[in-house]
C-alpha cells in the first residue's frame, strides 16, 4: 500500500504541475502592452479599458491612456471607458495571434460594456 500512496502522491504533483502549465500567464501580456504602446498615434485620448479575464489564470487589469502615455495595472478602476470580458485562455490565445479579435467578438468570446470604440482604438494601438 504504501509504494501505491507514493506513486498516487507522484501523479498528484504531475497533475498539478501540468494544470500550472497550461494556465494562462497574462502578466506579461500586460507588461509588454506599454513597450507596444503607439504614443504617436494617441494623440489627446483619454480613456481606460478594463479587463475581466475568467477562467484559470484570470484576472482583472486596466490600462489607462492619456497624456500620450500609457499605463497598466493589476486591479479595478471605477467608470472605465469599457470593460473588456473574455476566458482568459482566449485572450492569451488573441494576444498571440493565434485568434483574430473580430471573430472573436462576433462569436461571443468578447464582450464589450461601455464603448465599443475605446476597445478597436486601443486594440489598434497597443497592436491586440
Given amino acids: 500500500m504504501l509504494s501505491n500512496t507514493r506513486g498516487v502522491s507522484n501523479l498528484v504533483v504531475v497533475l498539478i504541475k501540468e494544470s500550472l502549465t497550461n494556465m494562462a500567464n497574462l502578466q506579461p501580456i ?8 503607439q504614443a504617436d498615434k494617441a ?15 484570470g484576472g482583472q487589469w486596466y490600462a489607462s491612456i492619456g497624456g500620450g502615455t ?9 467608470a ?13 490565445k488573441m ?3 493565434d485568434i483574430n479579435p473580430m471573430m472573436a467578438f462576433m462569436s461571443g468570446k468578447i464582450k464589450v460594456d461601455g464603448d465599443l470604440n475605446s476597445v478597436m482604438k486601443f486594440q489598434t494601438l497597443v497592436g491586440l
Fill in 95 to 97: 494576444s498571440s495571434g
Fill in 70 to 78: 500609457m499605463t497598466v495595472n493589476k486591479g479595478t478602476v471605477e
Fill in 43 to 57: 494623440g489627446d485620448l483619454d480613456m481606460t479599458i478594463q479587463f475581466d479575464l475568467g477562467g484559470d489564470g
Fill in 30 to 37: 500586460f507588461d509588454s502592452m506599454t513597450e507596444r504602446f
Fill in 80 to 92: 472605465p471607458s469599457a470593460t473588456l470580458k473574455m476566458d482568459a485562455d482566449d485572450f492569451a
